[in-house]
């Protein structure tokens, strides 16, 4: 497998252990829908809420965030695949929305991990106002910090 394949599973399995410190129930991982896949499928069980999750990795944020890669193209490929996903399990009664997670670091560094809420608001491409920033501490637990950034 090549190394960035190997960073985006590792990053994958990151959120995945996020979503469930959070509680969450993992439906899915790396669901396929065609040449279309979603890499976590969860459901937020406080909310009742089904997420449908895009993992983005990056080893550093030297070119950019890795929330900046989901492009209009990647969000109709999420949306697509989603709502195979929803007619395939016969869903279509509860509610759902689309997340990303962006994590920047590797496995032998630290790392950080970003959670954005309801990322297909395609009239505001970045949508900073649900944007949460974690970083995993020492003792393996999550600690929040706010997005600093004034957009």
């Excluded at 279309?36 to 944020?61: A, G, L």
């Excluded at 991990?113 to 949508?127: Q, S, Y």
């Amino acid at each position: 497998m090549a190394a960035h394949n190997e960073l985006g599973k590792w990053g994958e399995q990151i959120a995945t252990d996020y979503f469930k410190s959070l509680g969450w129930q993992i439906l899915h991982n790396d669901w396929q829908y065609k040449h279309k896949d979603i890499d976590i499928v969860c459901y937020d069980s406080e909310n009742k809420i089904i997420v449908f999750v895009e993992v983005k990795t990056r080893s550093s944020s030297k070119w950019g965030e890795p929330y900046e890669a989901i492009n209009l193209q990647k969000k109709v490929n999420i949306i697509n695949a989603a709502t195979a996903y929803l007619y395939k399990y016969n869903l279509f009664g509860k509610e759902w929305r689309y997340d990303s997670i962006s994590i920047v670091g590797t496995p032998d560094t630290s790392h950080t991990l970003e959670h954005n809420k309801n990322i297909t608001n395609v009239l505001d491409k970045f949508n900073h106002s649900n944007k949460n920033r974690y970083k995993r501490k020492n003792n393996g637990t999550w600690g929040s910090m706010r997005w600093g950034r004034g957009y």
